[in-house]
DNA sequence: CCCGAAAGTGAAAATATATTCACCAAGCCC
DNA sequence: GGGCTTGGTGAATATATTTTCACTTTCGGG
């Protein structure tokens, strides 16, 4: 298994995975430097020997653009033809959740049991985009079954999924002070805070189940 | 509509599509001649920029890996939830004829009436790979139905979908002096004959219908 | 308090890649 | 026969990109 990235390396590797999905090619270390306000590109360059050296990507060397992501084939959990299940979605920002099931990115079989008694219908698949609850056993990339609701009716304490931007996590939720607190379960990890209208945060739902490919 | 590409053009582009594919980025125009057989980068650079100039690909100026294919999305012939129809091939060499249906790339639903009484389970879609054909109407992007059969049941003057190599197009077919011929209609375009066990080339099967987006 | 890891800075050097230049050959059309 | 287009050659130039070097700051753990 992997070793676990630390928040600015995920945050590298989530910026090449974007790239490369809305270019169709990875980015020099140029590009990452100005996408994530790197001004040297030698600091870009160990962030991603880093990523390298941990197995989440690989390179080429003395080669322009040649970076590539490992494990990137989307075909891995394409739509079987077995019963219905459960859409898995796709990359979405915080400021435009109706289109968290305008286009999944496939399917996954979930066994009725992990639903614990929630409506299908209101349930989707998303995978975790970071390490941030590590101390709760949930790691990135594991498909985490998300019943959809509002924040509203959540208890504090429970367990969600919520998007930061572009990036999907699972957070211990909070409502206090007029405000919506995300602790994550890792000490290299941040808790944040947001007001309940930013558009910076969108709380997908409560996280009803997880499943991890080994 | 993009004006036609010449046989070496078409090779360029065709070559451009398959380093994508492959390797998750366009090539460089030193890749692109050591895959053609091309030892000067600028002849290269003069057969790139014409396919730019007739708007198959676009170009970002002194950049790395700059080439950018126009009309890449995959998804423009996605399966849809209507009735099962045509298995939609995706790219196949004519030395493993047997993965032609493997894997398709999609569906494509076809009017019964176009198969002219064939077995719909022998029938499967390709899309013509060059302009060859121009003379008879058929165009590189055109949608064929294709039946599956050897060339031995196929009669001299029939059109055909062969493989070249990793290149499906259609020819009239020419069995004699024991070997098989394939006639493009095409001034720019040459004729081709091979022995019957190469395999260089495999004949697809007879095609037996055209559609084309406009 | 010290050490090591992580995450940078700025600059220089090495290498890759794109573009331009001058030229040649073949084929086709007028 | 000449002109134009297409498809090259080899080399030089310009620009992009990666890699290396020497250094600094911050933070956490021993």
Redo the contacts with the bound molecule.
């Keep these: 298994m992997r070793t676990r990235l630390?928040?600015?390396?995920n945050q590298v590797y989530e910026y090449i995975r974007s790239y490369v999905r809305k270019h169709s090619k990875p980015p020099?270390?140029?590009e990452i430097?100005r996408g994530?306000a790197?001004?040297?590109?030698?600091?870009v360059?160990?962030?991603v020997a880093?990523l390298e050296k941990k197995g989440y990507i690989t390179?080429t060397?003395?080669?322009?653009?040649?970076?590539a992501l490992v494990d990137t084939d989307p075909d891995a959990y394409a739509f079987d033809e077995g019963p219905p299940s459960l859409p898995l979605i796709s990359r979405t920002r915080s400021d435009a959740p109706e289109r968290l099931r305008l286009r999944p990115a496939g399917f996954l079989y979930t066994d009725p049991r992990l639903l614990d008694r929630t409506d299908p219908d209101e349930c989707l698949i998303a995978r975790a985009g970071d390490d941030g609850m590590n101390g709760d056993g949930i790691r990135k990339g594991d498909f985490l079954v998300v019943e959809e609701t509002d924040w509203q009716g959540l208890r504090n304490g429970t367990l969600v999924a919520v998007l930061f931007d572009e990036t999907l996590v699972v957070r211990r939720f909070d409502h206090a002070n007029g405000r919506l607190h995300f602790r994550p379960a890792d000490?290299t990890y941040n808790e944040e805070a947001f007001a309940p209208d930013s558009p910076d945060c969108y709380v997908v739902g409560r996280v009803r189940a997880v499943m991890r490919k080994l």
Excluded: C, D
């Design positions: 630390t928040e600015r390396q020099t270390l140029k430097g994530l790197i001004r040297s590109t030698n600091g360059h160990k962030l880093a390179k060397p003395n080669e322009a653009r040649g970076i000490r």
